[in-house]
């Protein structure tokens, strides 16, 4: 059909409508067939409409697999709930890392999706389809195989412990040159952490009435409640460099110049990281 015909018949959406949009689902054939979990499940069923299949074999192998997970709702539920809506859009990474634009981020959630790959295939095998076994669970297993040395590389660079923190970093164990910043920064963490313990002496409160926080804009600093200020204002050791509602910020000569070189540090690890 030409495109006059695909508008007239309503076949797929207005150009721009997002599959979440409150109208998509009635708008078209394609929206009123779509039930994908993924982007990339959105995207092919697109294509399979645009393009119908003209093979009688293929369209028999992909009845038979509706067939089979219709007949099985508890293992379509678990697939469309549970696992799909982990799985990101491998597309859109493929091609940032094709471009060579992929950060650290987007080869841990490619890795993340070859961790969940397996429980998908295991549960189409529990089936126990041949069809779904041969069309789906073997090319799925071969490439997991093919992504074996990725899955590998990913265990070796990057630093788990950092990502429960929200940080997608270099293991500093993999570089010589991180190790060596990475151990810098601890003995100057430790510093300002000794230096933590002495303001709590410094203002009569235990260390626990000390914070020692990191701000993007000021570094590293301590922070009192708002009650516990009034020590904090008689000590002129000690500068005030803001009051929110968090609590009272203030810095000292020692702790500003061991902030400024963690900081530094952090700018030489990151650019060392890349470099990795």
């Excluded at 809506?85 to 992929?102: F, G, H, N, S």
Aim: aromatic share 6%.
């Amino acid at each position: 059909m030409d495109s006059a015909a695909v508008v007239a018949l309503n076949i797929l959406p207005k150009p721009g409508t997002h599959p979440n949009s409150p109208g998509y689902h009635w708008q078209s054939i394609l929206g009123v067939l779509d039930h994908c979990r993924t982007p990339q499940g959105h995207r092919l069923l697109a294509q399979w409409i645009k393009q119908p299949l003209r093979s009688i074999e293929i369209l028999n192998d992909r009845h038979d697999i509706v067939q089979c997970l219709l007949e099985s709702p508890g293992t379509l539920s678990s697939l469309h709930d549970d696992y799909l809506k982990r799985i990101p859009d491998v597309l859109m990474l493929t091609k940032r890392l094709l471009r060579q634009k992929a950060t650290m981020q987007d080869l841990f959630r490619v890795y993340q999706v070859i961790l969940r790959t397996p429980r998908i295939v295991n549960t189409l095998l529990s089936l126990e389809n041949a069809t779904v076994k041969n069309v789906l669970c073997v090319a799925m297993k071969s490439l997991l195989e093919d992504l074996s040395g990725l899955k590998q590389l990913v265990e070796q660079v990057v630093d788990f412990e950092a990502i429960e923190a929200g940080d997608y970093l270099v293991k500093a164990s993999f570089d010589e040159q991180l190790q060596d910043m990475k151990n810098d920064m601890s003995r100057i963490l430790a510093k300002m952490e000794r230096l933590q313990q002495k303001a709590a002496d410094d203002l009569n409160m235990e260390k626990p009435q000390v914070r020692l926080d990191n701000v993007a804009k000021i570094g590293y600093h301590f922070r009192v409640t708002l009650k516990d200020d009034s020590e904090l204002r008689k000590n002129k050791n000690y500068k005030i460099l803001d009051v929110v509602k968090g609590g009272v910020r203030f810095t000292n000569e020692k702790l500003s110049e061991y902030s400024e070189e963690y900081g530094n540090l952090c700018e030489k690890y990151e650019e060392q990281q890349k470099s990795v």
